[in-house]
């Protein structure tokens, strides 16, 4: 049986210290683990990052689809999560973060800064527009 998208990218990021192939070739990568809302299985999902100060940013695009992906859920139902964050340069810091989404003008600020560093997650809000917002997380050391 084939490999499915997130098989590959999580096993590039095991394989490679944090760094993995197209399309994320060079981008910061974070492996979230998180508990489901329902299930309380645990799984991860591959995601892009973006660092503010001591914040790590991950946003709930489903590549632009018309609703939020499943790990959206999990993490507010279970908002502690572990993440394994990679660095496009390599290496992989291993965390326990709380998940907080940001709302009104923080999460817009954010998804303006967000889409300036990557201008495909503009595509993706374009995509939703008249159907959702895209959530944005803010990742926290746990204390």
């Known amino acids: 049986m084939p490999e499915d998208f997130n098989s590959r990218v999580i096993r590039e990021f095991k394989e490679n210290d944090g760094?993995?192939?197209p399309p994320f070739e060079g981008a910061d990568m974070i492996l979230v683990h998180h508990k489901g809302a329902k299930s309380g299985t645990v799984r991860t999902t591959p995601?892009?990052?973006f660092t503010e100060g001591d914040t790590y940013l991950i946003v709930a695009s489903a590549a632009g689809a018309p609703s939020h992906p499943a790990w959206y859920h999990n993490l507010k139902a279970h908002p502690e999560i572990d993440v394994e964050l990679g660095k496009?340069?390599?290496?992989?810091?291993?965390?326990?973060?709380r998940a907080e989404e940001l709302t009104g003008p923080?999460?817009?600020?954010?998804?303006?800064?967000i889409v300036a560093a990557?201008?495909?997650?503009?595509?993706?809000?374009?995509?939703?527009?008249?159907?959702r917002d895209?959530?944005?997380?803010a990742l926290t050391p746990a204390a």
Do not use: C, N, Q
């Open 19 to 21: 760094k993995v192939g």
């Open 47 to 49: 995601l892009m990052y």
């Open 88 to 97: 496009a340069s390599g290496g992989v810091t291993p965390l326990t973060v």
């Open 106 to 113: 923080d999460r817009d600020a954010a998804y303006e800064r």
């Open 118 to 131: 990557a201008p495909g997650f503009g595509d993706y809000a374009k995509k939703t527009e008249g159907i």
């Open 134 to 137: 895209i959530p944005v997380f």
